[in-house]
C-alpha cells in the first residue's frame, strides 16, 4: 500500500513536468544501515546530480518511515553546482527521534517555476542486538567460565553469520578453549569458554564479525576463592535491645567440600573489643550454605558498637565481616495537656546509621528504644513544629526527655495571648527551630504581633515566675505562624503586650508653702481592669521629693508629699511600670503659691449704755506667708454714727499683729436691743470676716455719789466687757453659748443687786460679791480648757 501511494505521488508529479530540472544521478550510501544496542551508527548520505543548466532550481526530499511517519520537504543543500545533499544533521536527527528499524522509502524532487522532476529510492536500518551470559558467576578459582554469545536482528535470533570471534580480558587479548565457538540452539548463542583467571573482577569484552561490521558486548565477571563466608543479615542499623539475643545469618561454604559445615571452632566473634565465648552462640543451618548464629551478646552501656565475626578455616586466608551494631535502651514518656487530656505526638530520629519514628499510643504515651547519641530530630506536637540539630541523647535523658504544654487564649496580665506554648527539653542541643500556630481571632493587632519568653515557667500553677521578654520572631501570617529558636525550657506566648492606662488626680488646685500634698490614683489595664502591684515611681522635678510605691490589689494608688518652701510652678513626674506592660509615663502641674492669711482677733459681743461711748481695740494678725499691704477694714450692720476707727493699715509684715482701735457711741435716744455687727477686713482680693453682738443698754439713772460711783463702775464694767470669742454658726459657738447665758443672767441679777444694796445689810453685798468672783473664774477655767481642746 505504501509503495502504490509513493507511485501515485511520482506519476502525479511527472504529469506536470515541462522543461523540468533534469535529475542525472540519485543515491543513497549506505543504504544498510545497523541500530547497535539501542544507537545508530550511521547516517545515510542522500544526494543527487543534475544535468541542466537551469538556474535558481529547488531540491526538497519526503521520506516516510516503517511506522509512515513522513519527514515533509527536508532540504537538499547545494553542495557544489549542479549537486545537492540533505543535511545530514537534521536527518541524523529525525532517525534518532524515531529510533525504528526497517524500509524507510526516499522521495526526491527538484522544481522550478513550478515544474518538477523527480527520483525515488530507500535505505534500511537493521536493529543488532548482542548479549553475554557467563557461568558461573561468580566463578572461583580453578574453574573454566563459559561464554553464551547471543546476536539478535530485528528481534531475531541469528544462527549463522558470526565469524572471527576474539575475546579481550581486561583490555587484553585471551584466548579460548580450542573448538570454539560453536552455536548452541539451547542457548540461542555461541558458545565460548575460558579458564585460568585470577582471584578479582574482571572486564570481559567478546567481539565478532556479522556481514561485514564489528559487533560486541562487555561483561564483568568476579571470580572469588573456593572457601566463602559472608554475614547476609545485618547491615549498620542492627539494634541489641537489653536481655535480647541476636541473630547472625551468615552464608558459608567450600566449593571444594561438599560435606562442609559451619562450626564453632572456625569462628571468632568480638564486639567492640568484648570477645563472645563459645558458650553465648549456637549455629543452626537453614538451608544450602547459610547458617544462622544465636548469640548472647555481652553487656554494654547503649551506644554504637562493633561486631566483628572472623572465619579461620583450613589454612584460607582468614575472612573478617564487620558490621555496626546499636546498643538501645528504653525511652518512654508521655505527653498531656494542662487537663491531663492525652495529646498526640511524633518523633523522628536520625544520625548517619540510626534512624528511628516514634509515636505516641491514644492515652498520649510513648515507648521504644533508642541508642544514645547525637541526632537531627523533628517533633510534631499539636500546632507545632520543632527541629532539633545535634540533639544529644545521654542514657540518662531516656525517660520523659519532652514535655510539651499549649493554651488558647491565654491572659498573662500584661499580655493578651493568642497562643502560649510550654515546651522542655532535657537533652542538649545546638540549634533548633520552632513553628507555633497562632488563632488570629484572638489578636487584636496582628501587625503588631509580639512573641514573648518565659525562661523560669511554672507549670503547676501555670505562671511565669521570671519576667516575660520579648524575642525576635519570624511571622508567616497566611499560615499564621510564627519561627523562633527554642531553648530547653520556656514558655512561649504569642500576642499583643497590653499597655497601662493609669489615672492619677491632686486633691487641690494651688498648694500653699510646706503644704501637704495628697495624690490619688488608679493603674488600670487598656481594657479598665486593675493592675494590682505595679510599681509607681512620682518625682518632683528639680527638687530631691521622689516616691516609690506599689499599687494595691485593686490599682489604688494614694501618697502624700509637702510642697516645696518656694512658690512656683512645679511638674509631678509619674512613671508606672508592671512587665510585661508597655510603660506609662505622664506629668501634672503642681502650683505653690505664698499663703497669704490674716488672723482677726475681735469681741463676740460689745454692750454701749444710751448715751455713752466706749472703746475696745481689736488684733490684725499677719499669719500668712508673705507681707501684705493695703488692708482695709470696715464695720457692717451698725449705723455709721455708732463708731469711728483708722479705715486703713498700709502695711503689715509676716507674723506682725497691728491693733486697731474703735470708739464706739450711742446717743442718748437709741431703743435697748440688741444688733448684729461685723467685723470687715479686705485684703488682696480677699475677706476676712468676724461677727458681734452690739448691745444697746438702758442708762442707769444716779441717785447719790455712793449710787453714782456704783453706777459708774456698773456701767464701765458693762460697757467695756469682752465676751468669749466663737465663731457664728459652728456648733463651737453653740457649745460657748450655753457658759455665755447664765453668765449674762448673773451679771445682770448682781447690777440690780447692787442697786438695791442700799437697803441691804454689807454682809449680803459682799456674799454677791464673791458668787460673781467664782463664776467668773469658772468661765475663765472652761474657756481655758475649751481652748487646750482646740
Known amino acids: ?13 511527472l504529469l506536470g513536468v515541462r522543461a523540468a530540472p533534469v535529475i542525472q544521478g540519485f543515491s543513497i550510501d549506505p543504504d544498510e544501515i545497523w541500530m547497535e544496542n539501542g544507537e545508530t551508527s550511521d547516517v545515510p548520505i542522500i544526494s543527487i546530480t ?5 538556474t535558481g532550481v529547488r531540491c526538497f526530499s519526503n521520506i516516510t518511515a516503517p511506522d509512515g511517519t513522513i519527514f515533509r520537504d527536508l532540504s537538499l543543500i547545494e553542495i557544489s553546482p549542479k549537486y545537492h545533499e540533505i543535511e545530514q544533521d537534521t536527518l541524523a536527527e529525525y532517525l534518532q527521534i524515531l529510533n525504528l528499524e526497517g524500509v ?46 547471543n546476536l539478535k536482528e530485528n528481534g531475531r535470533i541469528k544462527k549463522e553469520g558470526l565469524e572471527n570471534f576474539k575475546i579481550s580480558i581486561d583490555g587484553e587479548d585471551w584466548n579460548f578453549i580450542p ?5 548452541i540452539p539451547s542457548k540461542d548463542g555461541y558458545f565460548l569458554e575460558i579458564e585460568d583467571l585470577i582471584k578479582g573482577r574482571h572486564d570481559l569484552e567478546v567481539n565478532a564479525d556479522y556481514r561485514g561490521k564489528k559487533v560486541s558486548n562487555l561483561f564483568e565477571i568476579n571470580v572469588e576463592d573456593p572457601v566463602q563466608f559472608e554475614i547476609t543479615n545485618l547491615d549498620d542499623r542492627t539494634e541489641v535491645k537489653p536481655n535480647e539475643n541476636i541473630t547472625i545469618r551468615v552464608r558459608a561454604f567450600d566449593k571444594n567440600n561438599d560435606n562442609f559445615r559451619l562450626k564453632k571452632e572456625y569462628l571468632e566473634i568480638e564486639i567492640s573489643s568484648d570477645y563472645v565465648d563459645s558458650d553465648y552462640f549456637s549455629i543452626s543451618k537453614e ?11 555481652p553487656s554494654h552501656s547503649g551506644g554504637e558498637k562493633s561486631l566483628k565475626v572472623s572465619f579461620d578455616y583450613n589454612n584460607f586466608p582468614i575472612i573478617e565481616e564487620t558490621r555496626k551494631l546499636f546498643y538501645v535502651i528504653p525511652i518512654s514518656g508521655r505527653i498531656l495537656n494542662y487537663n491531663d487530656d492525652p495529646l498526640n505526638a511524633e518523633f523522628s530520629f536520625s544520625s548517619n546509621y540510626f534512624n528511628k519514628k516514634i509515636k505516641t499510643s491514644n492515652n498520649g504515651s ?14 510534631k506536637f499539636p500546632h507545632t513544629d520543632l527541629e532539633l540539630e545535634n540533639l544529644k541523647l545521654d542514657k540518662d535523658e531516656f525517660s520523659d526527655p519532652f514535655s510539651y ?6 491572659d498573662l496580665g500584661g499580655i493578651r495571648a493568642a497562643s502560649l506554648y510550654f515546651l522542655e527539653i532535657s537533652p542538649s542541643f545546638s540549634k533548633g527551630s520552632l513553628n507555633m500556630y497562632y488563632n488570629p481571632q484572638y489578636i487584636s493587632n496582628e501587625d503588631n504581633l509580639k512573641v514573648y519568653k518565659c525562661d523560669n515557667w511554672d507549670e503547676g500553677d501555670r505562671k511565669c515566675d521570671d519576667i516575660w521578654e520579648e524575642i525576635d520572631f519570624e511571622q508567616d501570617k497566611k499560615s499564621n505562624e510564627v519561627n523562633i529558636k527554642p531553648s530547653n525550657e520556656a514558655a512561649y506566648a504569642i500576642g499583643n503586650r497590653k499597655f497601662l492606662d493609669p489615672s492619677f488626680s491632686l486633691n487641690k488646685d494651688v498648694y500653699y508653702l510646706d503644704d501637704i500634698v495628697n495624690i490619688q490614683g488608679v493603674i488600670r489595664d487598656d481594657i479598665h481592669d486593675p493592675v494590682g502591684n505595679a510599681s509607681v515611681d512620682i518625682r518632683l522635678e528639680g527638687t530631691s521629693k521622689d516616691i516609690q510605691i506599689k499599687s494595691a490589689s485593686n490599682g489604688i494608688v494614694s501618697v502624700t508629699m509637702s510642697s516645696p518652701n518656694k512658690e512656683g510652678n512645679y511638674t509631678l513626674s509619674i512613671n508606672v511600670e508592671k512587665d510585661p506592660y508597655d510603660d506609662f509615663n505622664s506629668k501634672i502641674k503642681l502650683v505653690v503659691d505664698e499663703k497669704e492669711e490674716i488672723s482677726l482677733v475681735t469681741p463676740e459681743a460689745v454692750r454701749v449704755e444710751q448715751g455713752e461711748t466706749s472703746s475696745i481695740e481689736i488684733s490684725v494678725v499677719n499669719i500668712g506667708q508673705s507681707d501684705l499691704s493695703d488692708i482695709e477694714f470696715s464695720i457692717e450692720g451698725l449705723p ?21 482701735k474703735i470708739d464706739f457711741s450711742v446717743p442718748e435716744d437709741v431703743s435697748e436691743g440688741t444688733f448684729n455687727g461685723k467685723f470687715k477686713i479686705e485684703f488682696d482680693g480677699r475677706i476676712k470676716e468676724e461677727i458681734f453682738g452690739f448691745t444697746v443698754l438702758k442708762k442707769i439713772q444716779k441717785e447719790g455719789e455712793d449710787d453714782q460711783n456704783q453706777e459708774s463702775d456698773t456701767s464701765s464694767t458693762t460697757g467695756k466687757f469682752v465676751l468669749p470669742e466663737i465663731s457664728l454658726p459652728s456648733l463651737q459657738f453653740l457649745h460657748k453659748l450655753l457658759y455665755i447665758i447664765p453668765f449674762m443672767a448673773i451679771s445682770f441679777a448682781g447690777a440690780f443687786l447692787l442697786k438695791k444694796g442700799k437697803k441691804k445689810s454689807s454682809k449680803n453685798e459682799s456674799k454677791i460679791k464673791e458668787t460673781f468672783s467664782e463664776i467668773k473664774s469658772q468661765i475663765r477655767g472652761k474657756k481655758e480648757d475649751d481652748s487646750e481642746e482646740n
Open 405 to 410: 504544654n499549649f493554651f488558647d487564649e491565654f
Open 179 to 183: 573448538g570454539n565457538p560453536v552455536y
Open 104 to 149: 524507510y522509502y526516499v522521495v526526491v524532487f527538484c522544481n522550478k517555476n513550478q515544474i518538477s522532476n523527480v527520483e525515488s529510492g530507500s535505505f534500511s536500518i537493521y536493529d543488532i542486538e548482542t548479549t553475554i551470559e557467563v557461568s558461573p558467576n561468580p566463578s572461583y578459582l580453578g574453574e573454566d567460565i563459559e561464554i553464551i554469545f
Open 366 to 379: 510513648y515507648f521504644d528504644y533508642m541508642c544514645p547519641g547525637t541526632y537531627y530530630t523533628s517533633i
Open 287 to 297: 538451608g544450602s550454605d547459610y547458617y544462622d548464629i544465636d548469640l548472647k551478646p
Open 640 to 660: 455709721e454714727n455708732y463708731y469711728s476707727f483708722t479705715e486703713k493699715i498700709p502695711y503689715l509684715e509676716k507674723e506682725e499683729e497691728k491693733k486697731v
Open 1 to 13: 500500500m505504501k509503495r502504490l501511494l509513493i507511485l501515485f505521488t511520482v506519476l502525479i508529479l
Open 50 to 54: 543534475r544535468s541542466d543548466n537551469e
